[in-house]
T-cell receptor
Framework: ELKVEQNPLFLSMQEGKNYTIYCNYSTTSDRLYWYRQDPGKSLESLFVLLSNGAVKQEGRLMASLDTKARLSTLHITAAVHDLSATYFCAVVGETSGSRLTFGEGTQLTVNP | KAGVTQTPRYLIKTRGQQVTLSCSPISGHRSVSWYQQTPGQGLQFLFEYFSETQRNKGNFPGRFSGRQFSNSRSEMNVSTLELGDSALYLC??????????????????FGPGTRLTVL
């Protein structure tokens, strides 16, 4: 059974600081996604990572994938308050069709 | 292009009742997946439909069922509601790998969700 673990689960940081969220998964996967969720809202797609060594960047967020280590990271650079949200990684197993297995989510709070 | 739509957005039911939720995928998308989100269990996969056939099913009791119509719209039904069914139900649509215009990896796009409260 595919398991996905994120850490930390809660992250409080100051504006301007850098931090990294980690996502580990237990079995071979061919796709990894990062989503953002604001309170009471749905999931907004941030990144799709498809291959080992993939790196994608959008604004202050950068995601990378190491399929050998079964690890993805979401790096936040110079955080701003608008980044406060819950971030989920989700993995599709090689035999899972479109089924997403989600991590627990990381609740990020950026303080002024 | 319109996104994924879900109706109703909010629903209050009592224990023992049944409920039907609806999802209209992005035009051209033929795959619809359903997820349940609760504070205790997080985001969990319910089922996936493609071309009116259930292609994948999560670990939920038989009270949870779904179907997909020929226009790709999908419904999910929960019978004999329990307090623990209170959740945000999210629908996601995707285009089959290889057929998506923008990509070949059938990225899933989520709807706004239906917030179900069971009293």
């Amino acid at each position: 059974e595919l398991k996905v673990e994120q850490n930390p689960l809660f992250l409080s940081m100051q504006e301007g600081k850098n931090y990294t969220i980690y996502c580990n998964y237990s079995t071979t996967s061919d796709r990894l996604y990062w989503y953002r969720q604001d309170p009471g809202k749905s999931l907004e797609s941030l990144f799709v990572l498809l291959s080992n060594g993939a790196v994608k960047q959008e604004g202050r967020l950068m995601a990378s994938l190491d399929t050998k280590a079964r690890l993805s990271t979401l790096h936040i650079t110079a955080a701003v308050h608008d980044l406060s949200a819950t971030y989920f990684c989700a993995v599709v197993g090689e035999t899972s069709g479109s089924r997403l297995t989600f991590g627990e989510g990381t609740q990020l709070t950026v303080n002024p | 292009k319109a996104g994924v739509t879900q109706t109703p957005r909010y629903l209050i039911k009592t224990r023992g009742q049944q409920v039907t939720l609806s999802c209209s995928p992005i035009s051209g998308h033929r795959s619809v997946s359903w997820y349940q989100q609760t504070p205790g269990q997080g985001l969990q996969f319910l089922f996936e439909y493609f071309s009116e056939t259930q292609r994948n099913k999560g670990n939920f009791p038989g009270r949870f069922s779904g179907r997909q119509f020929s226009n790709s719209r999908s419904e999910m039904n929960v019978s004999t509601l329990e307090l623990g069914d209170s959740a945000l139900y999210l629908c996601a649509s995707s285009s089959p790998r290889g057929l998506a215009r923008r990509s070949s990896y059938n990225e899933q796009f989520f709807g706004p969700g239906t917030r179900l409260t069971v009293l």
